[in-house]
């Protein structure tokens, strides 16, 4: 076992029970529910991270195929499944938002800019696996699939982007809202939120790589 | 790397295959019209926002039908196609008639939701700012044809593909939408250019992203 892989358990560890346990500033509205940043936030750094792995993998495999030989269906697989892994993190930061809104907004959906990225970004990777589930030759379901991976993407990132710049927000850290940045956060919560996002996005890594494993012995 | 003879020759194809048949424009044309109709019957007297909200989901699924068909050509007619351009060229050649049409159809969706549903007329303003709706409608239109070339370049690959483009191109189009949306809502609150110029440069940048993305990745798509 890879010492990353070790690190990654001990500091989600740490960061459940310094995020619980620990002092945190003392904030009108937010109360308590400041503590989400340590469960919430790590959620969305993982999901890129995990997004960026699937990128990757998807140009290793358009690139695979450059010299006449054929596909890396391997890269293919590593893709989706890094896909796949980051969804979840996605819908766990999703939960974990919605709770924390109802909480301090009052509901557990607002227009909000924000909300509407996470949309868009679940709706854009429930089409590629639509997309991918719609061929059945696997070296064109590669191939489709990494050539939407990457153009998705792109957009994807562009979009999260422009959004906030077109409507205002509520969410922390736009438009002058308490936000968990700056002056709100300390260096007492820097210390348990930076290992927090450092040790889910290893754990996330290494779920995806173990799912990768399993696909490739059903193959 | 691409050839304005060649881009010239594939505009040349296009009309002799698309526009001379008037199946070919005319399909999503008349479904442009057909659900501007539904509409001017279902809503009456729509508030401006409402107007333009109705209009631009009008314009979508229309631009959506105008790009579903882009790439449906014959097997012998892609073999003809690929010895005369090289990917890259065919993908602009493509992107360049399906702006063509989007922009047509828009026209028309426009012109029709001002005969059915009336000219919404903003307190204060005199006059339908014409200009630069127009403006704002055609690069909108520009930029969401762009990114359903390339999306119909690719379900043009699966042998299934219906209700793949749509469910591949709609979440792609959200920015595209959002950035013409509040151009046009500008432009119909009677803003002058100068205020909505940002909007229309980021109507251009939406159009020429997925150009270059595409153009990228487009050779990938076709060796399949």
Do not use: C
Not at chain 1, 77 to 98: H, I, P, S, W, Y
Not at chain 2, 9 to 21: D, P
């Amino acid at each position: 076992m890879k010492a990353w892989k070790l690190l990654g358990l001990a500091l989600v560890g740490y960061s459940l029970y310094a995020g619980l346990m620990f002092e945190v500033p003392r904030l009108v509205i937010l109360n308590e529910t400041i503590r989400n940043l340590y469960f919430h936030v790590p959620m969305w750094f993982t999901m890129i991270a995990l997004l960026g792995g699937s990128l990757a993998y998807s140009i290793r495999l358009l690139r695979s195929g450059d010299a006449g030989q054929a596909l890396d269906l391997d890269r293919d697989r590593q893709a989706k499944n890094f896909a796949e892994v980051a969804m979840v993190f996605a819908l766990l930061g999703l939960f974990t938002g919605m709770v924390w809104a109802k909480a301090t907004w009052g509901a557990y959906w607002t227009a909000d800019p924000k909300l509407n990225g996470t949309a868009v970004t679940l709706l854009i990777y429930a089409a590629y696996f639509v997309l991918r589930g719609s061929v059945d030759d696997p070296e064109k379901k590669a191939r489709l699939g990494a050539v939407y991976n990457v153009f998705a993407f792109v957009l994807m990132i562009v979009f999260i982007g422009i959004l906030p710049r077109m409507t205002d927000s509520l969410h922390p850290g736009n438009g002058g809202n308490p936000a968990f940045g700056n002056y709100d956060l300390d260096n007492g919560m820097r210390l348990v939120f930076y290992p927090a996002v450092l040790g889910w996005i290893f754990t996330g890594w290494w779920i995806a790589t173990l799912r990768v494993r399993l696909a490739r012995l059903n193959s | 790397m691409v050839r304005a003879k060649i881009l010239a020759q594939f505009i040349r194809w296009e009309w002799a295959l698309e526009y001379r048949r008037s199946n070919g424009w005319f399909l999503p044309v008349l479904f442009a019209a057909m659900v501007g109709y539904l509409v001017s019957l279902l809503v009456r007297q729509p508030n401006p926002v409402q107007w333009l909200s109705l209009l631009w989901i009008t314009l979508v699924f229309s631009a959506l039908q105008t790009a579903t068909r882009s790439f449906s050509a014959s097997p012998s007619e892609w073999i003809y196609l690929n010895q005369l351009a090289r990917p890259s060229e065919l993908l602009l050649g493509k992107s360049i008639t399906t702006a063509l049409n989007t922009v047509f159809v828009a026209w028309t969706g426009v012109f029709l939701f001002g005969l059915w549903l009336g000219w919404p007329r903003p307190e204060g303003l005199d006059a339908f700012p014409i200009w630069t709706f127009l403006t704002s409608i055609t690069l909108g239109a520009v930029a969401m044809s762009t990114t359903l070339s390339f999306t119909a370049a690719l379900s043009s690959k699966l042998s299934r593909n219906t209700g793949v483009m749509a469910i591949l191109s709609l979440p792609l189009l959200l920015p595209t939408l959002l950035v013409a949306m509040r151009s046009s809502k500008l432009a119909l609150l009677g803003e002058p250019w100068t205020v909505l110029y940002p909007n229309w440069l980021g109507e251009l940048a939406l159009s020429a992203l997925p150009l270059a993305l595409g153009a990228l990745l487009f050779p990938y798509l076709w060796r399949s």
